[in-house]
């Protein structure tokens, strides 16, 4: 079946450097590639996404790359702010199912 | 205004019981969902509903059941609670059905069954 492995966390950072938050996914065919972003007391929200392979998603700084040959769609930022504190998860949507499969999530902490 | 919103925030209660979920969309959006959130936090589809229809059924026991009153609303009803209920259950929308469609969450209901 399909399935979404994250990096564990918690990840704790200084404001300014430089983020990657681990995905990697099993799938048949050609999934569907996303990262949901939860803030503190709030619902997830969607952060970006990827539907077919090489295509990168981005969103207020963040990007991922959808890469089949290693199924993999790594999160990156640059320079993290306080402000993206948070927990991320990676989902995979399949056409055969009309829903999407979460990762565990990976709770991001940025320090002053 | 809150775009999905669910009700309670917090739910405590004794094993037995049977408790409700409520959840509200105002976005106009088709399509419903209940995930439910484990102790290893992954999320997973319980539900869906698309315009009152119920389309994913989850390998749920039957003690689980929702209801869709209007596409606006999504209640998730729980009989004789048991302990492995415990969860963080989050109501979903989307715009219609497709994996592709943007989720939007509501801020969860934190039960805690003791």
């Known amino acids: 079946g399909n399935s979404v492995t994250q990096m564990e966390g918690p990840v704790t950072l200084s404001e300014e450097a430089f983020l990657t938050i681990n995905c990697t996914y099993t799938?048949?065919?050609?999934?569907?590639l996303f990262w949901y972003v939860q803030y503190p007391g709030e619902g997830l929200q969607l952060l970006l996404k990827?539907?077919?392979?090489?295509d990168k998603g981005s969103n207020k700084g963040f990007e991922a790359t959808y890469r089949k040959e290693t199924t993999s769609f790594h999160l990156e930022k640059g320079s993290v702010q306080v402000s993206d504190s948070a927990v991320y998860f990676c989902?995979?949507?399949?056409?055969?199912?009309?829903?999407?499969?979460f990762g565990s999530g990976t709770r991001l902490q940025v320090q002053p | 205004d809150t775009a999905v919103s669910q009700t309670p925030k917090y739910l405590v209660t004794q094993m037995g019981n049977d408790k409700s979920i409520k959840c509200e969309q105002n976005?106009?959006?088709?399509?419903m969902y209940w995930y439910k959130q484990d102790s290893k936090k992954f999320l997973k589809i319980m539900f869906s509903?698309?315009?009152?229809?119920?389309?994913i059924n989850e390998t749920v026991p039957n003690r689980f059941s929702p209801k869709s009153p209007d596409k606006a609303h999504l209640n998730l009803h729980i009989n004789s609670l048991e302990l492995g209920d415990s969860a963080v259950y989050f109501c979903?929308?989307?715009?219609?059905?497709?994996?592709?469609?943007?989720?939007?969450f509501g801020s969860g209901t934190q039960l805690s069954v003791l």
């Open positions: 509903y698309n315009n009152k229809e119920l389309i």
């Open positions: 990827a539907t077919k392979a090489d």
């Open positions: 979903a929308s989307s715009l219609r059905t497709g994996v592709n469609e943007k989720l939007f």
């Open positions: 976005l106009g959006h088709d399509t």
């Open positions: 989902a995979l949507g399949h056409t055969g199912r009309r829903a999407l499969t």
């Open positions: 799938a048949t065919g050609y999934p569907s």
